[in-house]
């Protein structure tokens, strides 16, 4: 009986202190479609420290929305991409049971670590000599970039964002839907054309497109 008793007591134990460390604690966002808090929370939590504020691009990674960013990547990928990121994002994030930050409390969740903890874990895991640790962190790095990059303050500052410019209509844009859509989405009719370019160059000092212009105040 005491046996049977001290074995519940172990299981309901570990169960609490993992509900404790995987799910509790994390703040719930309602707005994201895929993402759940413990994947915004982390993202967030690497992004401060990867694009960090005054760096080479002024655009600190915490105004980069990195967590809308991936809730919108996971919208066009199959379930089990999605899955595979989540324990990408996992397995990151509850790895300092294993390899610890440097300092007190090191062994706690990446997201709650000081930036200068989370700093050396990421640092840990790029210089680190096994392969397959470098290769995590190459996966993160990447899913990360491509979100920052991307984002229109991010591109305005690296001159990259694009004009709003109104093209022509032509012969084959009445062909050729978007890519993956209908020919039935074709928006324009013959009637629509327009004359081709007559060659002026495009104003490279023009108004940006408007998904990238600065919002107004």
Same mark, same amino acid.
């Given at each position: 009986m005491l046996r049977r008793m001290l074995f519940w007591t172990l299981v309901l134990g570990t169960a609490a202190l993992?509900?404790?460390?995987?799910?509790?604690?994390?703040?719930?966002?309602?707005?994201?479609?895929?993402?759940k808090p413990s994947d915004a929370a982390f993202l967030e939590s690497v992004a401060e420290v990867m694009y960090p504020a005054g760096g080479a691009i002024p655009v600190a990674g915490t105004d980069a929305d990195l967590p809308g960013y991936v809730d919108r990547y996971f919208e066009a990928l199959p379930r089990g991409?999605?899955?595979?990121?989540?324990?990408?994002?996992?397995?990151?994030?509850?790895?300092?049971?294993?390899w610890p930050a440097p300092?007190?409390?090191?062994?706690?969740?990446?997201?709650?670590?000081?930036?200068?903890?989370?700093?050396a874990v990421l640092a840990e895991w790029n210089d680190s000599p096994r392969y397959l640790r470098?290769?995590?962190?190459?996966?993160? !790095?990447?899913? %990360? @970039?491509?979100?920052?990059? &991307?984002? $229109?303050?991010? /591109?305005?500052h690296l001159g990259l964002a694009p004009l709003d410019i109104e093209p022509p209509v032509l012969e084959a844009d009445l062909l050729y839907p978007r890519i993956g859509e209908?020919?039935?989405?074709?928006?324009?009719? !013959?009637?629509? %054309? @327009?004359?081709?370019?007559? &060659?002026? $160059?495009?104003? /490279?000092?023009?108004?940006?497109?408007?998904?990238?212009?600065?919002?107004l105040p």
């Amino acid at each position: 009986m005491l046996r049977r008793m001290l074995f519940w007591t172990l299981v309901l134990g570990t169960a609490a202190l993992f509900w404790w460390r995987v799910v509790a604690g994390y703040p719930k966002r309602p707005q994201w479609l895929y993402l759940k808090p413990s994947d915004a929370a982390f993202l967030e939590s690497v992004a401060e420290v990867m694009y960090p504020a005054g760096g080479a691009i002024p655009v600190a990674g915490t105004d980069a929305d990195l967590p809308g960013y991936v809730d919108r990547y996971f919208e066009a990928l199959p379930r089990g991409l999605r899955t595979q990121m989540r324990l990408l994002f996992r397995l990151v994030e509850h790895a300092t049971l294993l390899w610890p930050a440097p300092g007190p409390g090191g062994r706690r969740r990446f997201t709650e670590l000081s930036v200068d903890q989370r700093a050396a874990v990421l640092a840990e895991w790029n210089d680190s000599p096994r392969y397959l640790r470098q290769l995590v962190f190459a996966a993160l !790095r990447a899913i %990360l @970039t491509m979100g920052y990059l &991307g984002h $229109p303050a991010v /591109l305005r500052h690296l001159g990259l964002a694009p004009l709003d410019i109104e093209p022509p209509v032509l012969e084959a844009d009445l062909l050729y839907p978007r890519i993956g859509e209908h020919p039935s989405t074709i928006p324009w009719t !013959r009637g629509e %054309l @327009t004359p081709p370019s007559d &060659g002026t $160059p495009v104003d /490279l000092e023009g108004a940006l497109h408007p998904s990238y212009a600065e919002p107004l105040p």
